[in-house]
């Protein structure tokens, strides 16, 4: 369980009490377990037993150092989307040739650095090839690219959010199997790229295994033909692995690993390394967002409860409609009543939907599962400061990044412009 209740019934993560939190550290805070994150990779990774592989984390999904470090001391590798998340990778301690460089509009100087490192590139179009071929040239370097097939699985049969399905034929994202014949046709003909991968990624918070693995036996009947042209060395069949956010979710991790081991041992491809790129299913049951409650609100027949946190902190809600439990952090014995909890930003989309929960008798609560796409989509909307965050090993609090000051956001605004 990634949060407990220690016996005097305060909730718990990785052993400390989040009371002991907020005394050192400012709310909202994301509160991270470290070892629980380690262990959460290591598991995954037992999961290929004797199949060659690479578990690329999703940096998108949690971009702090320490979570990275935990995660590269297990062997992970990354998978990222910007220049500057290739900068923080390696200097988390990822090797170049664990890093896969994803993304549809990638920046010149972008694709420079990724051939200087010599990571792999992830294409998303036809036309990118050439890009990178021409920019191979300049550099008098040759750049190892995979190519991002965009299976065009019905969106209906991925059963998650329409804004977190990717591969879908509507998608801007990856090359349409229709496409292929060009792309390695634009591979083939240039000297200064080596195809060394084939990759997909069919979307996010999958929570059952079939979507998945119908898009890896495509991908892997693909990769059999154009590994008699190119030798290549992986095949990536993304991230996507879905976490139970409290509606339940039918498949592990390890499931979606072990079944698409079969495929591809079942196609004859156990020679090439499998890779993943999951994000979420590392990292989100193992943070919180610890936040306090500002103040109650009666109007009508709705009860608010006002906290500190929120849509710039924790933005999936606003923009996914996704639903994060929210609870309390010390027992109350107040009897519960719905309520509609609420953040400070002068949004009506700034809320985390209805909750049961003690009338009175807690100042702190924590929305449960936030340790993935929660700070690194934070903003200072409304001139609020960034979150804290606090790190959690070996049974304490390992290392705290303060809160920013709000007065440095009204300090930088004024001077914009001036
Ligand atoms: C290309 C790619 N790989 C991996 C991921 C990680 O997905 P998840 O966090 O669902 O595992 C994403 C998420 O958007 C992605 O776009």
């Keep these: 369980m990634p949060t407990l209740r220690d016996a005097a019934g305060t909730l718990t993560l990785g052993g400390v009490s989040l009371v ?38 999703a940096v998108k999904a949690n971009s702090a150092g320490a979570v990275l470090r935990a995660l590269a001391g297990q062997g992970c590798g990354a998978d990222v989307v910007s220049g500057a998340e290739l900068v923080l990778a390696r200097a988390c301690g990822v090797p170049s040739d664990a890093i896969v460089f994803s993304g549809v509009a990638k920046l010149g100087r972008e694709i420079d650095f990724a051939i200087a490192e010599g990571v792999t590139i992830q294409v998303e179009s036809v036309e990118e090839i050439g890009r990178i071929a021409e920019r191979a040239s300049d550099l008098g370097a040759r750049a190892r690219i995979s190519i991002r097939i ?34 390695l046709d634009a591979a083939s003909r240039s000297d200064r790229v080596s195809l060394v991968g084939l ?21 892997f009947a693909i990769a059999r033909e154009v590994r008699q042209a190119h030798p290549l060395s992986f095949v990536d069949t993304g991230g996507g692995f879905g976490i139970d956010y409290g509606a339940g979710c039918g498949a592990r991790p390890a499931d979606f690993v072990r079944a698409v081991c079969r495929e591809l041992a ?24 610890l936040t306090r409650v500002i103040q109650r609100k009666v ?20 923009l996914y409609q996704a639903r994060h439990r929210v609870v309390p952090v010390e027992t109350s014995g107040a009897p519960c009543a719905t309520v509609r909890v609420v953040g400070p930003v002068c949004e009506s989309s700034d809320d985390f ?25 934070a903003s200072r909307y409304n001139g609020r400061a960034l979150p804290a965050e606090v790190f959690i090993s070996g049974g304490r609090i390992a290392s705290i990044t303060a809160r920013e000051d709000w007065s440095a956001w009204a300090g930088d605004r004024a001077r914009a412009g001036a």
Excluded at 299 to 318: E, K, T, V, Y
Excluded at 353 to 377: I, K, N, Q, R, W
């Design 199 to 219: 990759s997909a990624h069919i979307g996010s918070q999958l929570t059952d295994t079939a979507a998945y693995v119908d898009a890896a036996r495509a991908l």
């Design 150 to 183: 965009n299976p065009a699985i019905d969106s209906a049969a991925l059963a998650t959010h329409a804004n977190i399905a990717t591969g879908h034929d509507e998608a801007k994202f990856g090359v349409l199997v229709a496409d292929l014949p060009a792309a």
């Design 353 to 377: 939907g209805a909750h049961d929960l003690p009338e009175g008798g807690f100042s702190l609560a924590a929305v449960l599962d936030a340790g993935a796409y929660g700070y690194t989509m």
């Design 266 to 289: 079942h196609q004859g491809l156990g020679d090439v390394a499998l890779y993943v790129e999951p994000g979420r299913s590392l990292v989100a049951t193992h943070g919180v967002l």
């Design 20 to 57: 002991d939190v907020a005394r050192v550290a400012e709310t909202p805070s994301y509160v991270y377990d470290l070892d629980a994150m380690a262990a959460e990779a290591r598991e995954l990774r037992e999961a290929f037993g004797s199949q060659r592989h690479r578990v690329c984390f």
């Design 299 to 318: 109007s009508g027949d709705q009860r608010w409860l006002m906290i500190d946190a929120g849509m710039n902190d924790l933005l999936r809600p606003a």
